[in-house]
């Protein structure tokens, strides 16, 4: 594995669903993200069944927090009552049970997926030789909304389990989203799917 386990390094005791979750997103991180490297963070004290991550490439970061919502968590209500509390949230398609974007620009999505709650926010520091400093902060913030739907569209197929293994895949239903067809245009799947499905998206 390119880090060591998320899993191996967390201090709190974790559910068996949470650790599945865990080994699935290590698993697709190692075989897919090239180029990117990953660091454990430790949850805010008295958090139990949480996992956090901070993602890096070269001129961008990625910070995924996984949690376990509560056996009775419906998506209706648990979108209902983001929207309610955060005015200026917006539901988005495509991801998971139910998803909105938030924050600056858009740069968080959060997410419901099955019992899981995810979060993953960007912030991206881009530096074009042909832009000048206010030109490249202006790009800035779409470019870290636009990495944020990306990573959560990764790491939703990911606790699907459709990227451990690309001969599971079921071919019928896989990179029709326009989340999915991104990825695979931007080469954040590893080359088993790109060579697998290179015809297909």
Known sequence: MLQQSLLLSRAQNLSPEIIKAGKRID??????????????ITPIQG?????????????RGVRVS????????????WLADFLRHDTHAKKVEGIGDVAVSWGYSDSVITFQHGRFGVSVSSAV?????????????AMSGPEAAAT???????????????LMNPANVPA???????CEQELMSKR????????QYKIRY
């Open 27 to 40: 698993q697709a991180f190692d075989q897919n993200l090239e180029g990117w490297t990953r660091k454990s």
């Open 47 to 59: 958090s139990s069944n949480v996992i956090v991550e901070n993602w890096n490439s070269y001129d």
């Open 66 to 77: 996984i949690g376990l919502l509560p056996a009775d968590s419906k998506a209706d209500d």
């Open 125 to 137: 520091n881009l530096n074009l030789l042909s832009q000048d400093s206010k030109a490249n902060e």
């Open 148 to 162: 944020s739907r990306l990573m959560a569209c990764f790491i939703n197929l990911a606790l699907n389990g459709d």
């Open 172 to 178: 019928d239903r896989f990179l029709r989203r326009p």
């Open 188 to 195: 954040l799947l590893g080359e088993g799917i790109l060579n």
